[in-house]
């Protein structure tokens, strides 16, 4: 078989990691916990002797990213009449991004 007499070293393994774990640039407000790219995370990748599908990340893909007003309105309204409101909406928010991840894990499946 050809693939035999082609062997190099490649693993065959491959990781699929969202961006946002890869580049901390890109997370929600108050939940980057590094400058640029998590050095914990690209070091356990590299351990792993692996390849990486970077994914797009799953909040910019149901919410539109910390840039839009969607992600911005739980932030800052406990106790405030607004606050009601999003409760009473959450259960909804909730089955969006849940389909919206679906999404994001179907495509991950016929990548790999």
């Known amino acids: 078989m050809i693939s035999e007499r082609l062997r190099d070293e ?4 491959v990781l699929f990691v969202s961006h946002c774990i890869l580049n901390e640039n890109t ?3 108050g939940g980057a916990f590094y400058p640029g790219v998590n050095p914990k995370v690209i070091n356990e990748i590299a351990a792993f002797d692996c390849g990486v599908v970077q994914m797009p990340c799953p909040e910019q893909a149901a919410w539109g990213g910390v840039s839009k007003k969607l992600i911005w309105l739980p932030l800052g309204i406990k106790g405030e009449t607004e606050f009601s409101l ?3 909406m959450l259960p909804g928010f909730v089955a969006y991004t849940k ?9 991950a499946e016929t990548l790999g």
Not at 10 to 13: E, L, N, V, Y
Not at 99 to 107: E, G, K, L
Request: proline share 5%.
């Open 10 to 13: 490649r693993s065959r393994k």
């Open 27 to 29: 997370r929600y407000p």
């Open 86 to 88: 999003f409760k009473m």
């Open 99 to 107: 389909f919206r991840y679906r999404i994001i894990a179907s495509r």
